[in-house]
C-alpha cells in the first residue's frame, strides 16, 4: 500500500511496505523522481543486494558496503502515532514523519540506539533531470571522489578507497553538470555541505539538511551518464544530503560518521522546496 500527502503546489508519497522508499515528489508544479522499472524491488528481503528502482530510498547505516544501500530500504515500516512511519532494524529504530509544509516537503527523523552506536544516512534521491542541468554549491569545498572515478583521472593511488579535491571541479573533473550520456559514472560526496540547489531549465530544487552542527555532513552525488551497471548500463543522476562524510561506514574515521550520545538518540529534518522561474 502507497501512502500519500497531497496539497498544491506540494505534495509527497512514500511507500511504508517497500522500505519507506518515496515515490512521489512534486513541487513548483513538477515530479522530481526517477523511476526505473524492476520488479525485483516488490520481492527484496532484509540482505539482499540492493534493487535501484529509483525514487528516494533511505539509506542508513551505511550506503556503499554491508549491508548493500544499510538496513532500511529493505524492510518494510510500520505506522506509528500520528502521521509517523517507524522502521526497526535491530540495531537502531528510525522514525520518520514526512508531510507538506506550504510549498515545501518537510520529513523529520529520530533514531535510537544504544549509545556509541555509528552511522551514516542519506536521503538516496534519485532524481529526474535533463541533459545540461546542474547543481550549485559553495566553491572551494572538499570533495570524494570515489574509486569508479579512477578511468578518468590521470593517477588513482594504490589501495585508496578514495581521494580528496576541491569543488567543483576534483581534479580537473567537472562535476557540477549533468551532461548528455558519455558512458561515465561518478559518485562523489561534497563535504560539510549542508544545502544544495538543483537546476532543470527553469525549475530549481532546494534541498536543506537540518542537524545539529557538531554533526558530520555532505552532499553526496551520484552522476550515471550511461556507465553503470557495466553488463546493462542506464542513465541515473543522484544528488543525497547525508550526515556523514564517506560512502561506506567501514571507511568511516571518527569525524564521518554520527555517533549516537548518551542520550541514545539523534534527530535532523531534511526540507526540499522547488520554484520555477
Not at 513538477?30 to 543486494?49: K, N, Y
Not at 556507465?227 to 560512502?247: C, Q
Amino acid at each position: 500500500m502507497v501512502t500519500s500527502t497531497d496539497a498544491r503546489p506540494a505534495s509527497v508519497a512514500t511507500d511504508p511496505a517497500h522500505g519507506g522508499r518515496w515515490t512521489s515528489l512534486r513541487l513548483a508544479g513538477r515530479e522530481w523522481l526517477w523511476h526505473r522499472a524492476d520488479p525485483a524491488r516488490d520481492a527484496v528481503r532484509p540482505g539482499d543486494p540492493f534493487v535501484d528502482a529509483g525514487g528516494l530510498e533511505e539509506c542508513i547505516p551505511t550506503v556503499r558496503g554491508n549491508p548493500d544501500h544499510g538496513h532500511a530500504w529493505s524492510r518494510a515500516w510500520q505506522a506509528a502515532t500520528g502521521d509517523h512511519a517507524v522502521v526497526d532494524c535491530a540495531q537502531f529504530v528510525l522514525r520518520r514523519r514526512v508531510q507538506v509544509v506550504g510549498e515545501s516537503v518537510v520529513a523529520e527523523y529520530r533514531l535510537t540506539a544504544q549509545p556509541g552506536f555509528r552511522f551514516v544516512w542519506a536521503a538516496h534521491a534519485l532524481l529526474d533531470l535533463g541533459v545540461g542541468s546542474y547543481v550549485e554549491l559553495p566553491a572551494g569545498l572538499p570533495v570524494r571522489l570515489y574509486p569508479e572515478a579512477a578511468q578518468l583521472l590521470s593517477h588513482w593511488p594504490t589501495g585508496a578507497r578514495f581521494v580528496e579535491g576541491r569543488w567543483p571541479a576534483p581534479f580537473g573533473l567537472p562535476l557540477a553538470e549533468f551532461g548528455p550520456d558519455d558512458g561515465t559514472a561518478v559518485g562523489a560526496s561534497v563535504l560539510d555541505a549542508d544545502t544544495v540547489i538543483v537546476v532543470d531549465g527553469n525549475h530549481r530544487l532546494r534541498m536543506a539538511l537540518h542537524a545539529d552542527p557538531d554533526l558530520p555532513r555532505s552532499i553526496a552525488l551520484w552522476r550515471n551518464l550511461g556507465g553503470f551497471p557495466a553488463e546493462a548500463p542506464y542513465r541515473s543522476i543522484g544528488v543525497e544530503p547525508m550526515l556523514g562524510r564517506v560512502f561506506d561506514l567501514a571507511d568511516a574515521a571518527a569525524e564521518d560518521a554520527v555517533t549516537v550520545p548518551a542520550s541514545g538518540a539523534v534527530e535532523w529534518q531534511l526540507r526540499l522546496t522547488g520554484d520555477a522561474g
